[in-house]
């Protein structure tokens, strides 16, 4: 079955304050957005990469993109003003055809080709998958400032992507989503919730990611990005197959981390043409 990765770079990047979105920064000589969409270039299990970028900044994703020679960038489409809302504008630009489709944020350069091909290989028994990793440090529930329960440790992850599935499936349980007035005030962060609140019958399974993966989210986290690139793979420990208290490696969420809030339909037929 074909394998399509959709490249989600349409946030505005508040948190990060640049005049220019994030994506389109530059990280170890090329832009941030291109570390994504290289990666799925090499992977031999992706055949297709839909690039869904800032309303506005899609010429210039263009242009940086053709120049950087990909050769499976199959579109370029504008996103919307929510995640939840450009994936769906990704599910209708992807056509009627079923495929396994890999969301993945932009934000996340240091996608590894393993963390790929084991998503599109759990697609073959599953069909919802996402890359998540253990956590070292303990979590805790905060309502209005004080800890009303703290989650044992060894049940957490913390979610990266990409996140995969049946295209057939995703396109179902955000139509649930987007039929349900309550959606909205949800503020989804990622698609494997949209699933686990939607169709709670569809078992999600869980890809090991990698303390790599990590998500450009303040400006300090390109300075972190360039040094984890500079020291290639052997630079920093690999916990996502392991809870046994391996470290993050110097890339911890503290200082850097998502507080949890997130920013954020046009078809143009299918994954072969998309409106590049
Ligand atoms: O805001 P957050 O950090 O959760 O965004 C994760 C990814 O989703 C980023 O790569 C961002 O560009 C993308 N996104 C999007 N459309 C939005 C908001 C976020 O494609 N409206």
Redesign the pocket.
């Known amino acids: 079955m074909r394998t399509v990765a959709v490249v ?4 505005s990047g508040v948190r990060f304050g640049a005049a220019l979105p994030k ?1 389109l920064l530059p990280l170890a000589g090329r832009a941030l957005l291109e570390h994504s969409v290289a990666a799925f270039d090499q992977a031999p299990g992706v055949d297709a990469t839909l690039v ?1 970028m800032a309303p506005g900044h899609a010429d210039h994703a263009r242009e940086v993109l053709a120049l950087g020679g990909y050769r499976k960038v199959a579109g370029i489409i504008e ?5 939840p ?2 994936t769906r504008r990704a599910i209708a630009a992807l056509g009627p055809a079923e495929c396994k489709v890999l969301f993945h ?3 996340r350069p240091l996608l590894d080709q393993a963390t790929i091909a084991g998503c599109v290989r759990a697609l073959d028994t599953y069909d919802a998958v996402g890359v998540a990793v253990p956590t070292s440090d303990t979590i805790v529930v905060v309502e209005d400032g004080r800890m009303t329960g703290m989650p044992h440790r060894d049940s957490l992850r913390r979610c990266q992507t990409p996140q995969g599935f049946r295209l057939s499936v995703i396109r179902k349980a955000h139509e649930l989503a987007l039929a349900d007035p309550a959606f909205a005030d949800l503020t989804a ?1 990622d698609d494997c919730g949209v699933i686990l609140r939607y169709l709670p019958d569809v078992p999600v399974a869980v890809v090991p990611g990698s303390e790599r993966n990590i ?1 450009i ?1 303040y400006p300090g986290d390109l300075s972190i990005a360039e040094v984890l690139l500079s020291a290639g793979d052997s630079g920093t420990s690999d916990s996502g197959t392991s809870d046994s208290g391996t470290s993050d490696s110097g890339t911890s969420d503290s200082g850097t981390s ?1 507080s949890g809030t ?3 339909g046009t078809s143009d037929g299918g994954t072969g043409a998309a409106d590049q």
Request: glycine share 18%; net charge negative.
């Open positions: 989600l770079a349409a946030g994506q869904v996103g919307g003003k929510t995640r809302e450009s944020d932009a934000a962060t998500k989210t998502d997130s920013d954020g």
